[in-house]
């Protein structure tokens, strides 16, 4: 693919614009404590987006409509404030594991773990104060044709309650008209642990704040899923979609079906298209007729969590808007959930001296 070569040169020459948020009073850095609050904009012709280093997060993602009307596309809160122990993960980077660790607990080499529980008897997205709710430094950034920026967190032996010190890096990059890359790399310094890395965008081709995803048309490049069971804790099973309201191997509206799923879809689906030299490959194709926008999402991830926004409640978004259930749907690429428990799923943990690695590409068209 295309993409492949430019991975390989990633963090040597990084660039962004320390910028404002857009409406939000030009450009803005302030301190919380010891630590700087920065907005930081890549752009590259109509197509844009905003970071901040509160949890490596996405504010913002814009581009035209079929009529030349540009949006914004993705859920987020109207100030920084509301991303302070939010528990909805608007366009933050989780981890250190990503997804449920059932009953927040897990051993490696015989040596017991206990992650801090903040979704019932389970931990969730790293825990109470995962790597959305921490201060990233800005190691490299950089304008240009192809601007990019690098966010760097330590996160130190027993955060939330994970063994040893893991350096994390993660790079945004927009790649070309329209697109966009992320390239998260951890490396274990002292202990073998647990890694697995997500981006939690909502996403609303239509425009935040503008109705529900559910007439979306939604294909997923998988054949199967991993089972649940009530707490949304997988029960080691691998099964077919052939048959259940799980299928978007073709394009779907997820309203079609989505009465027959408990609660919403907030499941694993197992990735099997044909991948590329470097595992990369096609994950998801969402498309909405109103804009005319398509997006298509490619990684390197054995799985993908597809999620309807089942508990958006009304949420105060950015410019007045309210996001009520179903507003935005995200599309995590990952490991499998809880791999510490299933030794059938691909492993998770990784030792001193391994780095993990994850990359995604987003495309983005326009379908008249």
Not at 94 to 116: E, L, Q, S, W
Not at 312 to 338: V, W
């Amino acid at each position: 693919m295309a993409m492949a070569g430019g991975r390989s040169t990633m963090l040597m020459c990084l660039a962004v614009v320390l910028l404002g948020i857009a409406g939000n009073g030009g450009a803005e850095a302030r301190k919380r404590g010891k630590q700087t609050l920065g907005y930081y904009e890549l752009r590259r012709g109509e197509f844009s987006m905003v970071l901040t280093n509160w949890g490596a997060t996405i504010l913002s993602v814009r581009l035209p409509d079929k009529n030349g009307h540009i949006d914004d596309v993705v859920l987020g809160y109207k100030n920084i404030g509301s991303y302070v122990n939010d528990t909805t993960y608007f366009g933050a980077l989780v981890g250190r594991v990503a997804n449920r660790i059932a009953g927040g607990r897990f051993t490696i080499k015989d040596h017991p773990y206990h992650t801090y529980r903040n979704d019932g008897h389970n931990t969730l997205h790293g825990g109470h104060r995962g790597f959305n709710q921490v201060f990233w430094t800005v190691r490299e950034r950089v304008t240009g044709e192809f601007p990019h920026i690098t966010f760097a967190y330590r996160s130190y032996d027993g955060e939330q309650g994970f063994p040893g010190n893991l350096d994390v890096l993660v790079t945004y990059k927009i790649d070309g008209d329209f697109s966009y890359s992320v390239t998260m790399y951890a490396r274990p310094l002292d202990k073998p642990t647990p890694v697995n890395l997500a981006q939690h965008t909502y996403w609303n081709l239509r425009g935040h704040g503008n109705g529900t995803i559910l007439s979306h048309a939604v294909q997923i490049v998988a054949s199967a899923v991993t089972p649940v069971g009530g707490d949304l804790i997988p029960t080691g099973a691998v099964a077919p979609v052939a048959g259940t309201p799980f299928d978007f191997r073709s394009a779907a509206a997820p309203g079609a079906r989505i009465a027959e799923v408990e609660g919403g879809y907030d499941i694993n689906y197992v990735l099997d298209g044909v991948a590329d030299g470097q595992g990369v490959r096609k994950v998801a194709v969402v498309s909405e007729a109103e804009s005319g926008r398509v997006m298509e999402l490619w990684a390197d991830q054995p799985g993908v969590q597809f999620y309807t926004g089942n508990f958006l409640k009304g949420d105060e978004g950015k410019g007045g808007a309210r996001y009520d259930k179903y507003g935005g749907l995200c599309l995590e690429t990952q490991d499998y959930p809880d791999a510490v428990h299933n030794p059938a799923f691909p492993t998770e943990v990784y030792r001193p001296g391994q780095v993990y690695k994850h990359y995604m590409l987003y495309k983005f068209s326009i379908k008249k």
